[in-house]
């Protein structure tokens, strides 16, 4: 696990301190800073983001398609880094009908050191990962999956059913990938691949596949949102008149791929994605639909607004 972990580290993670604490997920300092969990409701669903940390990367992968001055400029207004994006981790738990089910299990330390901070975040709310029912993943890409397996090659959460997209299941765990697309060094490709079947291999019996647009549990029901990968699936959670839609890795940061149209670079097929992006972000505009953004600032709640030039992001207000 080291392996490919230290070297998608050494490319996207430029600290010294990468693997001086290459330690089991649980073990990040405890609560010393602010909160990573943020609670809220969707109808009668209690739904908590927790956080699993951060991950990153040059700005130019996702944004792969940007003018470079352009984005330069972007960056800077936005007060941001020009040499290296930050991207958060934001799962959502949510329990209804007295089941805990976690949506994205985020990446551990498959992508970096700054991650791994989901086990910290359920004990800071009074769970453990035993208490996990039903793990769902919206794509297997290592960020989504890296929590499934402890440091030793166990189960993270052993009482827990996982449930996987079955394309991406066929294209990533059953095969071996062709990478090329991503704009990433081979090597980076290769330990990306191998991140993500040995993420799953616990969990590879028993596995539960699905299909976009199959209802899980009453009050999730995926949509495919196909294209950054052959599966790759949203989630709408609804009770009553409450929704809450889930866009998965449509977009990675709102100030590159939602206020600005620029395409992420790890997207497989870019027509189809951009067809799901502009088909999803369109029906949560219309539809004023509360959206939680995988990948954006922590919490990652807000809402799309359409704009004569497209898409701004609008984060909402933080409840106490
Ligand atoms: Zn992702």
């Known amino acids: ?41 969707v109808g009668d669903i209690s739904a908590t983001v927790l956080s699993d940390g951060l991950i990153g990367g040059p700005p130019r992968v996702y944004a792969s398609d940007a003018p470079e001055a352009e984005l330069q400029e972007v960056l800077r207004h936005a007060f941001l880094s020009t040499d290296r994006l930050t991207l958060n981790l934001n799962t959502l738990l949510i329990e209804t009908n007295g089941r805990r089910i976690l949506l994205e299990a985020g990446a551990g330390q498959t992508m970096g050191p700054q991650g791994g901070r989901i086990f910290q975040n359920l004990a800071a709310i009074g769970l453990r990962p035993e208490d996990i029912d039903v793990v769902i993943v919206s794509h297997t890409h290592p960020d989504h999956v890296g929590n499934l397996r402890t440091a030793d090659g166990a189960k993270a ?84 008149n409450d929704q809450l839609l889930l866009t998965a890795d449509l977009a990675y940061h709102p100030i590159v791929n939602v206020d600005r149209p620029w395409l992420p670079g790890p997207d497989r097929d870019k027509d189809t994605a951009l067809a799901s992006r502009r088909r999803i972000f369109d029906m949560a505009a219309a539809d004023r639909l509360l959206v939680l953004g995988f990948h954006y600032p922590f919490p990652g709640l807000g809402r799309m607004l359409r704009t004569d030039a497209g898409y701004a992001w609008v984060p909402v207000n933080w409840q106490f």
């Open 1 to 41: 696990m080291l392996t490919a972990a230290s070297a998608i580290t050494g490319l996207i993670v430029p600290t010294g301190m990468a693997f001086a604490q290459a330690a089991p997920a649980a073990s990040p300092p405890a609560q010393a800073g602010n909160a990573g969990h943020y609670r809220f409701r």
């Open 157 to 240: 959460f052993p009482r827990a059913t996982i449930f996987a997209p079955r394309a991406d299941w066929d294209f990533f765990v059953r095969n071996d990938p062709d990478l090329s697309y991503m704009p990433v060094p081979v090597d980076f490709r290769r330990n990306f691949a191998a991140a993500i079947k040995r993420s799953v291999e616990p969990v590879t019996n028993g596995i539960e596949l699905y299909e976009a647009g199959a209802e899980i549990v009453p009050g999730l029901t995926t949509l495919p949102a196909f294209g950054h990968t052959p599966g790759m699936a949203n989630f709408l959670v609804h009770s009553g």
